[in-house]
């Protein structure tokens, strides 16, 4: 959850992070628990063992990892083949009309050559893709929209253009 001490894929931290999630969600059984992002402090090996007590135990039906790119994620894989481990069974990267490079290449061939699920983020940019920021002034609209700034420029507002003319169509 962010807290100091609590953040990260060692098999201490996974345990005590499901079953947290267990007791406030009030239920037995995670769907898919996902690792949020790479630790390059703890081994795959290390976070998908943990992984496969908590699925042996009945507590995580089935794994997934966000914004691994396509070498991490080969080498997790690996290492669950090698090592006899479940493997991550969905891919989140980041994906909309505006960002498309991170996932488009090697990381979306790794993931249909591996059969994984993709579930994307930022499907709308943070809200760019929606039109309700068109200028800097429209960044005080919502608290998130500093986050939008960055899609303010030539190719965002092409790209706000061609959905307008969809939209109109």
């Not at 402090?41 to 992984?51: I, R």
């Not at 908590?54 to 991490?72: C, P, Y």
């Amino acid at each position: 959850m962010g807290e100091p001490g609590r953040t990260g894929l060692s098999k201490r931290w996974i345990r005590q992070a499901v079953e947290d999630s267990l007791q406030r969600l009030q239920i037995d059984t995670i769907d898919l628990y996902q690792s949020h992002k790479p630790d390059p402090e703890t081994p795959y090996e290390e976070t998908l063992s943990a992984y496969a007590e908590l699925m042996e135990a009945g507590k995580v039906r089935a794994i997934g990892a966000s914004n691994l790119d396509a070498s991490q994620l080969s080498e997790a894989l690996r290492a669950a083949d090698e090592h006899g481990l479940p493997r991550y069974a969905t891919l989140q990267p980041p994906y909309n009309l505006y960002d498309r490079g991170s996932y488009e290449g090697p990381l979306r061939d790794l993931a249909i050559r591996e059969g994984l699920g993709v579930i994307t983020y930022y499907g709308l940019a943070s809200g760019f893709l929606t039109g309700k920021y068109r200028s800097r002034d429209d960044l005080s609209k919502s608290p998130r929209g500093g986050g939008v700034e960055k899609y303010l420029d030539e190719r965002g507002m092409r790209i706000l253009a061609a959905l307008d003319e969809v939209g109109r169509r």
